[in-house]
Each structure stands twice: as C-alpha cells, then as structure tokens.
C-alpha cells in the first residue's frame, strides 16, 4: 500500500547540498512510501468475493469500458494519496493486470462518498457511476467519480476518521469574493486536471 504524512521542513543540509542550481535535487520535503505485509497462514483481513452474476464491471476488462460510467466492487489498497484539489485512491479487485485508482475532484464531495473516504486498508466498497479514464503518461486507469456517485462498504471497517474537507481548505485559502469567483475559478481548473489526466 501507500503511505504519506505531512511535508517535512527542510534542513540546512539540503539547501547547502543543493545550492542556486539544484535545489530541486535536494531539498526533499514530502514523505511518501509504500509497504506490504505477507502471511504464510492462509488467513485473509478479508474473505469477500464478488459473486459471478453481479453485475460489477471486473478490472481485468477494465479497457473495453474506457468512456463509459460503470459499477465496481474493489478493495482499497491505499490512503489518500491524492492532492489539495482531489482525492486519489488504488483499487484492486484481483482479477487486474494495470493499476486502477478512484479519483474524486474535492468539490464533487457529497455525504454518498464516505464509505470510501473512510474506508480502511484492504476494505471493499461498492462504487457506482465512474467514468472510466486512461492515464497514458501513468499508465493507469482513472475511475473518476462524480456527485452522482454512489459508494457503500461491502466487508472491512471505517477508520472512523473523516476525511479532510479539502473543498473547504480551498475556499479559505483562495477566497469567494463577492460572486466565488477566485474559488469557482479553482473549481474549474481542479475539475479541468483530473479530465486532462484522464485523457493521457
């Protein structure tokens, strides 16, 4: 799975390393790894198998339905390793051979999106209406969610942690105006940039 924490701050040892020139080379401030657990005695966090006549879209086809909105039922391999503007989740359902993530645009955030959000690892959740994207620069696909996105878990537990509002961290720190402007503005351009990576 994937893990991340908050920025470090720099130390006096990166910027004398890295100079004018390379700063970007050695000032390192994000802290982001990954880590697996393997047990030898067969027992399983959890047992759950998508039943044959369900009508889930599999991701080992995820490919035919690129385009499309279809259902899912995955298990969630990650936390949160999306940015300010979106959160990004990797789904695995064992049947595919390329990466598949849960993208959902923070200000598309509605009540129906929770049992994702708080999902723990390894959890299965259902998920309805994403629209299937492929990342040619990640070579992945994006299952993009929506307001009209519906999720639910399936087997596993809540973290019991709400997610962060990152809808609202954008508005406080780009400001509404009179008419939203600055934030509709960010709106738009968050909404823009999952689509973009969607299209690559």
């Not at 959890?123 to 994207?133: E, F, H, K, Q």
């Not at 492929?134 to 070579?139: A, C, D, E, H």
């Not at 954008?170 to 939203?180: H, Q």
């Amino acid at each position: 799975t994937f893990q991340s924490y908050a920025d470090i701050k720099p130390t006096r040892l990166m910027y004398a390393l890295g100079g004018e020139k390379e700063k970007y080379r050695f000032v390192n401030t994000d802290v982001k790894f990954s880590y697996a657990v393997f047990r030898t005695d067969g027992h399983r966090k959890c047992g759950y198998k998508i039943p044959a006549d369900a009508k889930r879209a599999r991701l080992s086809q995820i490919k035919r339905h690129e385009g499309k909105r279809i259902h899912v039922t995955v298990s969630v391999m990650s936390n949160d390793i999306g940015d300010a503007k979106n959160y990004l989740f990797l789904a695995c359902d064992g049947s595919g051979s390329v990466p598949c993530y849960l993208a959902l645009p923070a200000f598309h955030r509605t009540p129906e999106h929770e049992a994702l959000l708080t999902a723990s690892y390894g959890s299965v959740v259902a998920v309805d209406s994403v629209l299937v994207r492929y990342n040619q620069k990640q070579k992945a696909y994006n299952l993009l969610m929506g307001q009209e996105s519906f999720c639910r878990m399936i087997a596993g537990t809540s973290t019991g942690v709400p997610a962060p509002d990152k809808a609202k961290a954008l508005k406080e720190k780009y400001g509404t105006g009179k008419r939203g402007v600055h934030y509709a503005g960010e709106r738009k351009k968050g909404e823009a940039a999952v689509k973009k990576r969607g299209r690559k």
